[in-house]
């Protein structure tokens, strides 16, 4: 992963031509396999209500509610930018802070899970260790004890900094260390134009990377009409354009974006393709330096960033309202009104307060507000969400391993062979290996919006068990030991993760507009970035929680 400058950072698996469609012969060679398992973590149903008739309303609106009060703020969705608007509120001093959060933990896609005693993601699962412009989350890291400063120097807890062996591809039929594919491992015949389109994307990167043109947080990014021509293309246009066509290199970018973004290189914007690597650690063909470790390397938890969430909805104790599903949000003169629904009681419940931040996905939020500003209805209309499915296999022993580079956290098969893994143990110290979790990931954005289309009604008709079929013969093309291990297998599915960074997103005006301090109804949601990654959720949280507490 992305400790090397080369290393994807996120999870995700090249899903388009490992067919979602037609059941895998591999499954078969399986039969015999026998584990326990099921969805886990998300209330679709409860997302649905914003859809459809609440259940206790026989007219198919609201009922009166059943208990109506006061705040002094409140934030609808308690994901990693909710989080971080209550805790900005609250340090603002603006202590009377309700977060109303659909879900019954709080975490939005950086909760966790556990199986057997073992604790493991349940989507996001690593931080990278942040660059000078992310001062929220250096910030946070200091209050948390994961960074200080000591000489002049950013330490990071030992424990807490991702192992080595941090990441390893499977390609022809071994292990090799990193991620992108060595030219030793590739058909002689296209050695040489694989490392001169290597080199060519680096200088690339290294071109466009100039002038702060790529920030994390991207909103201190120097904009420029560079960006927005970046912006109003496909990653794959913008490769084809410059001739870089070694199958290698597209191969390797294309995972990055599907990491990343939850989507392939053809839909993501080039702008999208490029941040990935000029944000952070550059791109470096085999042969060239190697970058300083300043900034290198990448923090992470058996949880993920879980560990991270859980520290932050802590502080809130009962401020935090979990199971309650926010239905309509009226802004008035004086203050605003939330209507929600608890799942719990299933009753009707009405929220007032001053001010309210919405940390929910734009798509979300323009169906929550009576009358959505007009840059809120068309960035949600311009935003396409990736579909990402995630599996926690539970294995009662070691998986026999085979020839190359040992076990590492992140491990990912080149080509069309299916799916990668993370090691939930990984970060453990304990001196030999034995039961573990291994967190699959599957992107499910694929090329196209049919694509996102039907992936999206597979995970919410198929059942859990032909997915758990798929995933693990797409495993066992790498540990054929690992069906027989399997004991249980806890799936995530997520119909609308992210929004997918595609063309002319980024650059929209209405984004811009909503990122702004407003009246009373604030917005604060990862989305605002067209980046879903943690620093870029905890920045808007943390400026419209400002802004919502100045205003
Ligand atoms: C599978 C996966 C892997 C990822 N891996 C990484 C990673 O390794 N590192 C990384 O940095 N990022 C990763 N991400 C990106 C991740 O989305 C961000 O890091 C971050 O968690 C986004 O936070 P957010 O608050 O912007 O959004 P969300 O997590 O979407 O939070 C929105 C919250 O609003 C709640 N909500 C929605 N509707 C309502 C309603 N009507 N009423 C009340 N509450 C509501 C939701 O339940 C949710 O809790 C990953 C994402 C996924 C899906």
């Avoid at 290698?248 to 995972?255: E, N, S, T, V």
């Amino acid at each position: 992963m992305s400790r090397t400058s080369n290393g994807p950072t996120r999870r995700g698996v090249l899903a388009a031509s490992l067919s979602l469609l037609a059941p895998l012969a591999a499954c078969s060679r399986h039969a015999e396999t026998s584990f326990d398992g099921g969805w886990v973590g998300a209330a679709h149903e409860r997302g649905h209500l914003l859809r459809g008739p609440v259940p206790a309303a026989k007219s198919g609106s609201l009922p009166e509610p059943a208990l109506a009060r006061r705040a002094g703020a409140i934030v609808i969705g308690a994901g990693i930018a909710g989080l971080a608007a209550a805790r900005a509120l609250m340090r603002a001093g603006v202590d009377d802070v309700r977060v109303l959060e659909l879900e019954d933990t709080a975490g939005g896609n950086s909760r966790g899970h556990a199986i057997a005693g073992m604790r493991c993601p349940l989507g996001a699962h690593y931080l990278p260790v942040p660059g000078d412009r992310a001062v929220e989350v250096i910030e946070l890291l200091e209050a948390l004890g994961v960074r200080k400063t000591e000489h002049g120097r950013a330490v990071y807890d030992e424990r807490m900094l991702c192992h080595s062996p941090q990441e390893r591809l499977y390609i022809g039929g071994g292990w090799r260390e990193g991620l992108l594919p060595p030219l030793e491992a590739l058909p002689t015949s296209e050695c040489a134009a694989t490392l001169a389109d290597y080199r060519a994307f680096s200088a690339a990167v290294a071109e466009a990377g100039d002038h702060d043109a790529f920030m994390i947080p991207t909103a201190r990014s120097r904009w420029s009409p560079a960006l927005t021509a970046l912006d109003a293309t496909t990653f794959s246009t913008w490769l084809d354009a410059r001739g870089l066509h070694a199958p290698a290199l597209r191969w390797y970018l294309d995972y990055c974006c599907r990491d990343d973004y939850g989507a392939g290189a053809a839909q993501v914007s080039a702008w999208a393709g490029l941040h990935y690597f000029a944000s952070r650690h550059g791109f470096r063909a085999p042969g060239a330096d190697a970058p300083s470790e300043a900034g290198e390397g990448v923090l992470t938890w058996p949880e993920g960033n879980a560990w991270l969430a859980e520290r932050l909805a802590a502080p809130l104790g009962d401020r935090l309202l979990t199971g309650r599903v926010a239905l309509r949000v009226r802004e008035g003169r004086d203050d605003v009104s939330v209507d929600a629904w608890n799942a719990v009681t299933t009753q009707s419940e009405r929220w007032v307060a001053p001010r309210v931040v919405l940390a929910t996905p734009l798509f979300v939020s323009a169906r929550l507000l009576e009358t959505p500003p007009a840059a809120l209805r068309e960035a949600a209309a311009a935003m396409r969400y990736a579909p990402w499915l995630v599996a926690n296999l539970h294995l009662d022993t070691a998986l026999d391993d085979r020839a190359g580079a040992p076990p590492s956290w992140d491990n990912v098969p080149y080509g069309d062979i299916g799916l990668g893994y993370v090691d939930a143990m990984h970060q453990s110290t304990r001196p030999y290996a034995g039961p573990t979790v291994l967190t699959a990931y599957r992107e499910l954005g694929g090329d196209s919006g049919v694509d996102i289309a039907t992936h999206r009604a597979q995970l919410l008709n198929e059942d859990w068990r032909s997915w758990a079929d798929r995933i693990v013969a797409g495993l066992a093309v790498l540990h054929p030991d690992l069906p027989a291990k399997l004991r249980r297998a806890d799936l995530m599915r997520y119909g609308h993760a992210m929004s997918i960074p595609a063309p002319g997103v980024r650059s929209s005006a209405a984004l811009q507009a909503l990122a702004a301090p407003q009246r009373r109804v604030h917005f604060a949601h990862a989305d605002l970035s067209a980046y879903s990654v943690f620093e870029e959720a905890f920045f808007h949280g943390t400026r419209a929680g400002r802004a919502a507490a100045a205003a």
